[in-house]
């Protein structure tokens, strides 16, 4: 199995396999850790499956430390809406969960490839080959967890959507709060989320 692109998907998909018997190799375009225009945002109903696939590794200790999120705030027009998060969320950097999650893939026993941009998948007899770089490796089955704005992605019309600018910023300080909230505010062409 190939499985390309290292982020979450990737990288479960990678683990699952590889525990489940596979031979599987990993190719990621970037390099690990790095900071990604994220929320950070992990889900009660995912942290679970996270946890399986950290468990034994030194990524299970962020998972644990991780500060649960137990509110939602919605933020539209002068309008607040809230919610209780029963189980409550995580936050969880994308930049050490990224890396918890490709080291993890490492210690599973999956041959991981960093700074490996996948230019094509081609269908041969014997399964795929794939362009990575100089190399050409080949399996039977492939997975293209390489995101939205790979290079592998059908292309898109070009629109107004594809003018969008993410930004995204850490603060340090003491929490105003003792029960942490996930803050969405939307306003004209576009939302803007805090955690």
Partial sequence: LIVIGGGPAGAAAAIT????????LLLERGRYPRHKVCGEFVSPESLALLASLLRGTPGEGLL???????RARLYSDGTVLQARIE???ASLPRYRLD???WQAAEEAGVE?????????VEGTREGFSVSAGPDRPTALTVI????RWSNLAPPRPPSLADRWVGVKAH???EPEESDPAVDLYFFPGGYCGVQ
């Avoid at 396999?17 to 599987?24: I, N, P």
């Avoid at 700074?115 to 094509?120: D, G, P, R, S, Y």
């Avoid at 293209?144 to 995101?147: E, L, V």
């Fill in 112 to 120: 991981c490839r960093q700074q490996a941009a996948v230019t094509a």
């Fill in 87 to 89: 189980p409550a969320a």
């Fill in 144 to 147: 293209d967890a390489s995101g």
């Fill in 99 to 101: 890396e918890a999650l």
């Fill in 171 to 173: 603060f340090a300080g």
């Fill in 17 to 24: 396999a590889t525990r489940r018997g596979a031979r599987v």
């Fill in 64 to 70: 644990r430390k991780a500060p649960r999120v137990g």
